[in-house]
């Protein structure tokens, strides 16, 4: 399995490949070999930063002679007008990584932002927000380390990092028993040390995925209501059990199911409809 270093340097090697091809041939016909200059990150909007440490990797791996001078960090909150960061060197490079780091970082700090909007409405509470697998594909390890530059969590990365046994796995398995009884053999015969989590639609459910022991329970499309007495329940018969509210949780939702005592909300909107953050890369 590739590391995740590995996965974004795959993933800049396919953004050059699909914008630069065999040659940016409006900056190299009118932009001399040897010209050098300068240009600034200009963040344009307020909200929170994100996407300097792949900006970097971006001027490194198209041009090592690149100089990038960084004056505000990742997480930092900004405001128009603030200048995050200085590149110099050649001008042909600094003109075709503009687009491909602007791509990046409008969007990591876009999720960060909303990221820190959303986990601010749980301010008090020790609920946390989490992320989902509804992300851009190739670009999951970016936009995940923007949800935690926003004060989120992570969940799952993907489908191996961790068991979430859904309504559909159940129903297949034959049952709320049968399918984490056949994920923790599994677990034991391949030698995998998984977290196993569950979703539940009744309180039936509930009692059996306690019995049968899960590391947490997912309480997926329950009202703020069912949600407090659901919490109730596991919390008297095993208080360890962590427990996860899901399915079309809003921001203005979101406290009511954090006051309810769940440790973790998770949004596919940290990630799936999101607006990227305005900046702009100009020569200065």
Known sequence: MKTKDQLIDDLLTLAFAEDVGDGDHTTLSTIPADETGRQHLLVKEEGILAGVDIARKVFEKFDPTLKMTVFINDGAHVKPGDIAFVVEGKVRSLLQTERIMLNIMQRMSGIATQ????????????????????????????EKDAVRIGGGSNHR????????????????AG???????AAKKYCKENGKDLKIEIEVRNDDEIRQALAAGVDRIMLDNFTPQRTRQAVELI?????????????????????????????????????HSVKGLDMSFKAC
């Open 157 to 172: 990365i993907g489908l191996f990092d961790m068991i979430l046994i859904k309504d559909n796995h159940v129903d297949f």
């Open 175 to 181: 049952g709320i028993t049968n399918a984490i009884d």
């Open 235 to 271: 919390r008297g018969i095993n208080p360890s059990v962590e427990i996860e509210s899901s399915g079309g949780i809003t921001l203005d939702t979101l406290r009511d199911y954090g006051e309810c005592g769940v440790d973790f909300i998770s949004v596919g909107a940290l990630t």
């Open 115 to 142: 990221t820190a909007r959303y986990q601010s409405r749980l301010e008090g509470l020790k609920t946390k927000v989490l992320d989902t697998r509804k992300t851009t594909p190739g670009m999951r390890m970016l």
